[in-house]
């Protein structure tokens, strides 16, 4: 895998992460084109052929669609709040791993398990 195609797989990865919390507060049509573009990997000219408008156009809506997405990013840092976080459950995973008593590892690995699963905790 070159350099490039790494760079696009985590800007994509990115972009797809940021649609994931900040979708409502774009368009429908930047939804809709970020969608195919990211979700669905159509090119520009796909989704040019699809809306029946220039593949400037479509470039035009996806780069604004992704400003906004920085921005929100940028403002609310649901992203990177979300990322930290996982950073946090995967330590207390580790460590979890490391206890001897198998009582405490498993109510520590039910409370990292609620914690990914909308903050519900199975004990």
Do not use: P
């Amino acid at each position: 895998m070159t350099v490039y195609e790494t760079d696009a797989l985590a800007k994509t990865t990115r972009i797809n992460m940021l649609f994931d919390f900040y979708e409502q507060l774009l368009t429908e049509k930047q939804q809709t084109f970020l969608k195919y573009y990211f979700h669905d990997d159509y090119s520009l000219g796909e989704i040019a052929a699809e809306f029946d408008i220039s593949r400037q156009a479509v470039y035009e809506h996806v780069k604004r669609a992704e400003a906004v997405l920085e921005t929100c990013e940028s403002k609310l840092k649901l992203l990177a709040k979300h990322e930290a976080a996982e950073q946090w459950l995967q330590k207390l995973d580790a460590a979890a791993d490391r206890l001897i008593d198998s009582e405490l590892r498993a109510e520590l690995m039910a409370i990292a398990h609620g914690l990914r699963n909308d903050g519900t905790i199975i004990t």
